[in-house]
């Protein structure tokens, strides 16, 4: 099996009256445990909706025009949602028993499945994901194991950092470049639970 780590970045776009919002993609970057990896900005997505809903530090990893704030067009990662979705479509073609992970687990799953319009089994292409596991939870569960086995390990663990249940802080949130800090996560978490003998 081979791990690939995402992130993705929504917002919730207005309708016509009536019509409840409609969930957009922002960006999507992966990263998988052969070293393949894949970053996308949706230019389709009206950039003040994501200022408006989005933390600073997301927007603002974008690749952006300054005065005035515009998404730079001419930027290669920034590409009409059609083709962004095609280039998803064709990275997971590429892969063999993919295991996909993220900070959020299925919530991500299903923002994937909305954004890109799979809204029934058939229309989901070859290797997409039926779930996605969350390295939040899966760590949470190693350190727990830690804590009842050896709790000044834990402590031990706590102070060096290796302990810490999220250790993921960031000026900024690169889809990709966070998307990569989740593998090294869980790379990490996988270490722990084999000392500690925790199962995913």
């Not at 025009?65 to 059609?82: E, M, N, S, T």
């Not at 029934?120 to 039926?130: G, I, N, S, Y």
């Not at 390990?153 to 800090?181: I, M, Y």
Request: charged letters at 20%; proline letters at 7%.
């Amino acid at each position: 099996m081979t791990a690939i780590c995402l992130e993705l970045h929504t917002v919730l776009v207005s309708g016509a009256p009536g019509h409840s919002p409609t969930r957009q993609l922002v960006s999507l970057g992966m990263a998988s445990a052969d070293g393949r990896r894949f970053y996308a900005v949706n230019a389709d997505v009206p950039l003040q909706v994501a200022i408006e809903q989005l933390p600073r530090k997301v927007w603002s990893a974008l690749p952006l025009l300054q005065d005035p704030i515009l998404l730079d067009r001419l930027d290669p990662d920034v590409v009409p949602l059609k083709e962004m979705k095609a280039a998803f479509e064709a990275f997971l073609g590429q892969l063999e028993e993919p295991e996909f992970w993220s900070m959020h687990g299925n919530a991500d799953h299903s923002s994937l499945t909305d954004v890109f319009g799979y809204d029934v089994e058939a229309l989901l292409p070859d290797h997409f994901p039926r779930w996605i596991s969350s390295v939040r939870e899966y760590r949470a569960r190693v350190l727990d194991r830690v804590g009842q086995q050896n709790p000044e390990r834990l402590r031990h663990l706590q102070q060096t950092g290796e302990g810490v249940l999220w250790p993921l802080f960031l000026p900024t949130r690169c889809a990709f470049k966070n998307a990569h800090r989740v593998l090294t996560i869980l790379q990490r978490t996988e270490q722990l639970a084999g000392q500690s003998e925790v199962s995913r």
